[in-house]
Each structure stands twice: as C-alpha cells, then as structure tokens.
C-alpha cells in the first residue's frame, strides 16, 4: 500500500527503472526507448529522464567537446605564431573538416559506434591531420620568399617535392596503429574505435589535402597578390 523506501534526487522523488545492455549500442536502445516513453501519458509533474550510462555518457562528450575546440584554438595560435600570418593557420585549418568524410565512412565500413573512444580520436585528429598541410604551405612559402616562383608554380612544385614525404608519415601513422584497430588480443576492442577513427580521418584528410590545400592557397594568394598590385597602382598614380 505505500512504498518501502523512497529516493530523492535534486530534491525530488524518483523511481528508478535499471537494466543491462546485449549485444545494442547504448545510443540505439535510448533512441527506441524514448520512441516508447513518448508513448505513455504522463500526469502532471511527472517525467522519464535517462541516468546511469547514458547520463554519464552525455557529460562525457560535452567536456571532450570542449576540449576539441580548445584544442582548435591552441593549434591555430601555435600555426599562427609561427607562421607570423593569420592566413596561413586559417588555410590549414581547411584540412581538419575534411578528416570527418573519413571518419563517417569507417566508422560505417566497420559498423563502429561513435563513442568516448571516437570522440578522443577525433580530438587526437585536430593535432595531427594538419601535419601535411603544414608541410605544404610551408614549402610553398619557401619557394616564394627565398626563390621567387609565382603562386602557381609554388603550389605546383610543392605539391610535387612534398607529395612523397606526406604519404610517408600518413602511412607509417595508419599502419602503426592497424593492430590497434583491428581489436586483436583481450579488451582490445574498448581501443579500437579510437584507431579506426584515426585512421579513417587521417587517410581521407591527407588525400584530399593534396588537392583542396593547394586550391585554397592559390586564391588566397592570388587576390592578396591582386589586392596588393591595386594598392601600388593606385599609389604611383
């Protein structure tokens, strides 16, 4: 007729309703089991909320968000401070949206959830995939200050000379950590998405970068280089 204990949280009541997880993402079963509760009337001031995992889970990718665009910044201030430019950093930076085709697309292949371990691949990525851009845009500077090439053919000759040292680090980075993605050995698939997230990301990134990084700094350049040949005209007039 009355309850045997009651439980509070936030100073208000609650009944907790538990269970144990299969062989379903968590990320599944809370989609159906909010489809379900949707379907259930509610008196007034009563509601379903999620705890345990889930909640735990939902703090977790708000701080590691957090930390992604911390880490965002702090790239961009290193690239900024050492290229004495605000452009330059602002260029590279192109290649780390490029890293989410990859990822999306092994996370598919894979059939991998997109968990805690993902999100710090993903973290890990905004460090790393600008490597290659980095070395790009930096010979490319190089080829113009020290050599005199125009913009096209520093975008051409660099992309050339530096197309062999970019493939070597993407594949050494990629194949060191293919036994780490391929789950082998006893909890090894707790570290797995993490490796393929990399993997994925640093693969797709690191091709199209040698396309898309190019482009991008020939217009920039190019209209930087017509911006500053008006201000001149226009002076010796």
């Known amino acids: 007729e009355g309850p045997v204990t009651i439980e509070r949280k936030g100073q208000e009541r609650i009944v907790t309703v538990s269970g144990t997880l299969g062989d379903r993402d968590l990320g599944s079963v809370v989609r159906d ?19 345990g ?17 911390l880490a965002l910044i702090l790239v961009y ?23 989410a085709v990859g990822v999306i697309a092994i996370l598919v ?20 995939v600008v490597n290659n851009a980095i070395i790009l845009i930096d010979y490319m500077n190089q080829l113009r200050r020290q050599s005199g090439y125009s913009v096209r053919d520093a975008v051409v000759t660099g992309g050339t000379r530096r197309l062999r040292p970019i493939l070597m680090t993407t594949t050494t980075t990629v194949l060191g950590l293919v036994p780490m993605a ?7 698939e707790l570290q ?25 700094y020939s217009m920039f350049e190019e209209r930087s280089e017509r911006a500053k040949s008006k201000v001149l005209q226009s002076v010796q007039t």
């Open 33 to 51: 089991l909010s489809a379900k509760l949707r379907e259930i009337p509610k008196p007034m001031g009563y509601d379903f909320t999620f705890g």
């Open 109 to 128: 292949i894979t059939n991998t959830t997109f968990n805690m371990q993902g999100f710090l691949g993903v973290i890990i990525l905004v460090g790393i």
């Open 192 to 216: 797995a998405p993490l490796a393929r997230v990399v993997i994925g990301g640093l693969t797709t990134s690191t091709l199209i970068t040698l396309i898309v990084i190019p482009v991008v």
């Open 77 to 99: 201030m290193v690239m900024a401070s050492q290229f004495e430019s605000l452009r330059d950093p602002f260029i590279i930076l192109f290649s780390i949206p490029l890293a």
């Open 182 to 188: 391929l789950g082998i050995g006893e909890g090894s």
């Open 53 to 69: 995992e889930y909640e735990e889970q939902q703090e977790t990718f708000k701080e590691l968000t957090f930390a992604a665009i």
